[in-house]
């Protein structure tokens, strides 16, 4: 079974950047796509950034110019830049897998709390 390890969140003031990590283990046979997604107390969680095994990226329109997804070549292990934050970012943000096939994530982490203050 796939697990997903996070770190790298925390607390920062607004204008402040933070660096998230994901990483993938498990029994995984090709580089899958992964995804960050984020809810914020009393809001519908919703997808930050995605990036597929081959590298092509999409983004949130309210991180666009902002955040960028990443990953380690030929692994399942992503990363999340985080520039110029907003309070409005403030929530938990979970990585994500897809299997092989799969559009959507069928793999979660625990989370990891991002606060940014005014």
């Known amino acids: 079974q796939v697990q997903l390890v996070e770190s790298g969140g925390g607390l920062v003031q607004a204008g402040g950047s933070l660096s998230l990590t994901c990483a993938a283990t498990?029994?995984?046979?090709?580089?899958?796509?992964m995804a960050w997604y984020r809810q914020a107390p009393g809001k519908q969680r919703e997808l930050v950034a995605g990036i597929t095994g081959g590298g092509r990226t999409n983004y949130a329109d309210f991180v666009k110019g902002r955040f960028t997804i990443s990953r380690e070549n030929g692994k399942n292990t992503v990363y999340l830049q985080m520039n110029n934050l907003k309070p409005e970012d403030t929530a938990v943000y979970y990585c994500?897998?897809?299997?092989?096939?799969?559009?959507?994530?069928?793999?979660w982490g625990q989370g990891t709390q991002v606060t940014v203050s005014s």
């Open positions: 498990g029994s995984i046979f090709r580089i899958n796509d």
């Open positions: 994500t897998l897809n299997r092989g096939g799969s559009r959507w994530p069928d793999y």
